[in-house]
T-cell receptor, first 118, second 113 residues
C-alpha cells in the first residue's frame, strides 16, 4: 500500500519549453502533497506544499510563477516548470501524506523526475 | 524551526559488519523522526519512523533506530551489512502538527565485499 506514482521519470526538452510533472497517490487520498528538488549528491530541498482545493504554499526563494502547482483532486498534484532553462535541470521528487490512519503519517515518495533542459 | 545533522557524507562498511549512521536533530517541540533510503535515480523509501511510545524502533531490512531525547539523537543501526544496503540514507524530522520535513544532508553507504 501507500504507492505514489510520478510521471514522467525522465524528460529532456529545449530551453523555453514548459514541462508538467504529475504526482498521483494510487491507493490513498492525500489532501497534502509536497514537491522537492534534489541536486546531485545533495539532500532534498522542499519547494512547496501542495494543498487540495487551495493555493500551494511556497518555500522562501522559490518562484511561484516559475513553478506552478495544481492540486485539483485528492489523488493528483501537478508541477509545471514554466519557460524552463538549463538551470532548472534537476531531479524533482513529490511526496504525499495519507489522509487516513491517525497520528502522524509519514510522507510517501514518488520515484522522481529527472529533468534536463538543453 | 527544525533541522537535522548527519555527519560524514560517505560511510564505508564491510559486508557483515555493523552499520551505524548518526543523526542529531533540533526541534522546539517533540519531534517526529524518520529514516529514508534512496537508491540511484529513485525516490525515497521509508525505513522506519518514531512518533511516540517505544524509543527503540524497528524498521524494514533489519534496520532499527533509537530515539534519545537527552542526546537529541536518532541513530540508525543494522547489525550486519549486506551488499544490497549500499544506498543513500536520509534522516528527517518534522514537528507535531507540522507536515513539513527537514532532511539531513544524507549518508552515502558503501558496502565493501
Amino acid at each position: 500500500g501507500a504507492v505514489v506514482s510520478q510521471h514522467p521519470s525522465w524528460v529532456i526538452c529545449k530551453s523555453g519549453t514548459s514541462v508538467k510533472i504529475e504526482c498521483r497517490s494510487l491507493d490513498f487520498q492525500a489532501t497534502t502533497m509536497f514537491w522537492y528538488r534534489q541536486f546531485p549528491k545533495q539532500s532534498l530541498m522542499l519547494m512547496a506544499t501542495s494543498n487540495e482545493g487551495s493555493k500551494a504554499t511556497y518555500e522562501q526563494g522559490v518562484e511561484k510563477d516559475k513553478f506552478l502547482i495544481n492540486h485539483a483532486s485528492l489523488t493528483l498534484s501537478t508541477l509545471t516548470v514554466t519557460s524552463a532553462h538549463p538551470e532548472d535541470s534537476s531531479f524533482y521528487i513529490c511526496s504525499a501524506r495519507p489522509n487516513l490512519g491517525g497520528g502522524h503519517q509519514p510522507q510517501h515518495f514518488g520515484d522522481g523526475t529527472r529533468l534536463s533542459i538543453l | 524551526a527544525q533541522s537535522v545533522t548527519q555527519l560524514g557524507s560517505h560511510v564505508s562498511v564491510s559486508e557483515g559488519a555493523l552499520v551505524l549512521l548518526r543523526c542529531n536533530y533540533s526541534s522546539s517541540v517533540p519531534p517526529y523522526l524518520f529514516w529514508y533510503v534512496q537508491y540511484p535515480n529513485q525516490g525515497l523509501q521509508l525505513l522506519l519512523k518514531y512518533t511516540t511510545g517505544a524509543t527503540l524502533v524497528k524498521g524494514i531490512n533489519g534496520f532499527e533506530a533509537e530515539f534519545k531525547k537527552s542526546e537529541t539523537s536518532f541513530h540508525l543501526t543494522k547489525p550486519s551489512a549486506h551488499m544490497s544496503d549500499a544506498a543513500e540514507y536520509f534522516c528527517a524530522v518534522s514537528e507535531s502538527g507540522n507536515n513539513r520535513l527537514a532532511f539531513g544532508k544524507g549518508n552515502q553507504v558503501v558496502v565493501i565485499p
